[in-house]
């Protein structure tokens, strides 16, 4: 993770998903005196727009996704293999690329939920926090890190078939509002094809909305397989 850190892209990522909530923030009507839970009510407001469903398959592939492509280009790649065993290598980028789509959009929403909190809360008539709506806030900023973390995915699977920089960050973004396209104008009824829907879980997803979950986790270990798998194939060729 130390390598993750120093990547100056996961912190660009990071400052343009925390520019979206700020956006969406601002766009929010605010009038004094704030109600109790204002500062729940706003921040889901600004983490619910267009433009942080835009930068999702943006800011996801920014820090790690084409990192093979980096190291591999470089000539790191063939040394950096002498020193450790292949299957460490996929263990370690397939995670590395997963961690540089989530932490972008968690970290800036635990910040944009911090500034949310110390500086509307005080503001607000007095009353009790919300803990319910500020669960469903908290789901809400896990599942588009998650989807975040896929996204990821699919730019390192990309990056490994076509060693291609351009196809690596530009292929996911393409993959993202193909779904959207195909769901909107020919799959009414398939929600869970729907990205929006991976984050905003409006659907019947079972009980508790377990079923979204489900789907996340199995998605992203999906993912995570069937890069690992990719990634050992074409390391046999270094």
């Avoid at 469903?136 to 599942?143: G, I, K």
């Amino acid at each position: 993770m130390k390598e993750l850190f120093k990547e100056k892209s996961l912190w660009i990522s990071s400052l343009l998903c925390f520019a979206a909530l700020l956006i969406g923030f601002l766009s929010n009507k605010m009038e004094l005196p704030f109600a109790e839970g204002s500062f729940v009510k706003f921040y889901l407001k600004a983490m619910d727009t267009q433009i942080t469903l835009f930068l999702l398959p943006i800011a996801a592939v920014l820090p790690m996704g084409a990192i093979y492509v980096k190291e591999s280009s470089s000539g790191f790649l063939r040394l950096y293999i002498t020193r450790i065993s292949q299957m460490e290598y996929v263990r370690k980028k397939t995670l590395q690329i997963y961690a540089g789509g989530f932490l972008p959009f968690f970290l800036a929403g635990a910040l944009g939920l911090l500034c949310s909190f110390l500086v509307i809360y005080p503001l607000e008539l007095q009353g009790e926090i919300p803990w319910e709506s500020l669960w469903q806030l908290v789901q809400f900023l896990l599942r588009i890190a998650l989807v975040g973390g896929i996204l990821a995915e699919f730019s390192g699977i990309f990056a490994v078939v076509f060693r291609n920089y351009y196809m690596a960050y530009g292929l996911p973004f393409v993959c993202y509002y193909m779904l959207i396209i195909l769901k909107e104008r020919y799959f009414t009824d398939m929600y869970a094809m729907y990205p929006a829907e991976w984050v905003k879980c409006e659907q019947d997803w079972g009980a508790d909305s377990l079923g979204i979950w489900v789907f996340l986790a199995v998605f992203s270990i999906t993912m995570m397989l069937f890069h690992g798998l990719l990634l050992y194939n074409r390391l046999k060729e270094v």
